[in-house]
Nanobody
Framework: QVQLVESGGGLVQAGGSLRLSCAASGRTFSRYAMGWFRQAPGKEREFVGYINWSGDSTYYTDSVKGRFTISRDNAKNMVYLQMNSLKPEDTAKYYC?????????????????WGQGTQVTVSS
């Protein structure tokens, strides 16, 4: 099983950009599909986006489509979440997660590796 560590969070003004990184340890990283989730205060954790093991298939929740982009570099054991045109409602703690399931996975119950999260705060 991979271990995941997120970084890159911070405070940004509305309309700005941030890139989150997720570093994975373990030689099986390339076998994992990866997802990004977020949890705002007082709310349940929600799916943000997904990328398959090879990086040629992505899927996003409607609220971030056209603004967020997920990519991965299997040679470096890294996954990225590029966030543009940020809105105050994007404020949350963001988590990366890994799943061995080969089709698009949006349910957090189907991810078996999680990072500790990184905080993103968007000011208005």
């Amino acid at each position: 099983q991979v271990q995941l560590v997120e970084s890159g969070g911070g405070l940004v003004q509305a309309g700005g950009s941030l890139r989150l990184s997720c570093a994975a340890s373990g030689r099986t990283f390339s076998r994992y599909a990866m997802g990004w989730f977020r949890q705002a205060p007082g709310k349940e954790r929600e799916f943000v986006g997904y990328i398959n093991w090879s990086g040629d298939s992505t899927y996003y929740t409607d609220s971030v489509k056209g603004r967020f982009t997920i990519s991965r570099d299997n040679a470096k054991n890294m996954v990225y979440l590029q966030m543009n045109s940020l809105k105050p409602e994007d404020t949350a703690k963001y988590y990366c997660a890994g799943s061995k399931i080969t089709y698009i996975v949006t349910s957090q119950r189907l991810y078996d590796a999680w990072g500790q999260g990184t905080q993103v705060t968007v000011s208005s």
